[in-house]
């Protein structure tokens, strides 16, 4: 059984398509079966705006993580893969760092990458990928709406529409941005 006070409530997803990226999340965080905040903010600019990221877990190690990241950003500019590469060595083997609960999504002009404390970088099929609490119904719809002649955004949209429909840890109340390669 779960502890009735664990953190819940994110759903990040990532949708590319026709040379456009999308990262979108919801806006709740609750606490067991109460809804705390239903507008946070868990997508945002990084690396001077060419690249985007999302993070699905606690607040205070997510911050840490994007902090983390927009310094390996600053000494491989322009190399998303190779700082995310970078900064999970570093997640990985730091003792600190080890122990921060969250997972990211980080998109620039050419690629999107999943990060995890264990040390993943992943790149997704298929240019859809999802985190979080309701990440897994994003991600089914995200796919089946991939096939239409829908862009990126407006999938997104609909997809987490659709979770947050599903998934009592995600609302609609929406952050999105995106970048045009």
């Known amino acids: 059984m779960s502890d009735p ?10 949708v590319r398509k026709n040379g456009k990226v999308v990262v979108v999340g919801d806006g709740q965080v609750s606490l067991g079966q109460t ?4 507008n946070a903010r868990k997508v945002r600019p990084l690396g001077n ?16 993580l994007f902090e983390r990241l927009e310094a390996k950003l600053e000494q491989y500019p322009s190399q998303l893969t190779r700082a995310c590469v970078d900064m999970a ?3 990985r083997t ?6 921060l609960e969250a997972m990211m999504i980080v998109a620039d002009r050419s690629v999107t990458l999943v990060l ?12 859809v990928v999802a985190i979080g609490s309701g990440g897994n119904y994003a991600l089914a719809a995200a796919r089946a709406l991939a096939e239409t002649d829908m862009d990126a955004e407006t999938i997104a949209r609909k997809a987490m529409a659709i979770a947050a429909d599903i998934c009592v840890y995600t609302n609609n109340t929406l952050t999105l ?3 045009t390669a």
């Open 5 to 14: 006070l664990t953190w819940h409530g994110t759903t990040i997803l990532s």
């Open 35 to 38: 809804i705390i905040k239903g």
């Open 49 to 64: 705006g060419q690249v985007i990221g999302g993070f699905a877990g606690a607040t205070a190690d997510a911050m840490t």
């Open 89 to 91: 060595k570093d997640w």
């Open 94 to 99: 730091d003792r600190y760092l080890r122990k």
């Open 116 to 127: 995890t404390g264990t040390g993943d970088v992943l790149e997704p099929e298929r240019g």
């Open 177 to 179: 941005e995106s970048l």
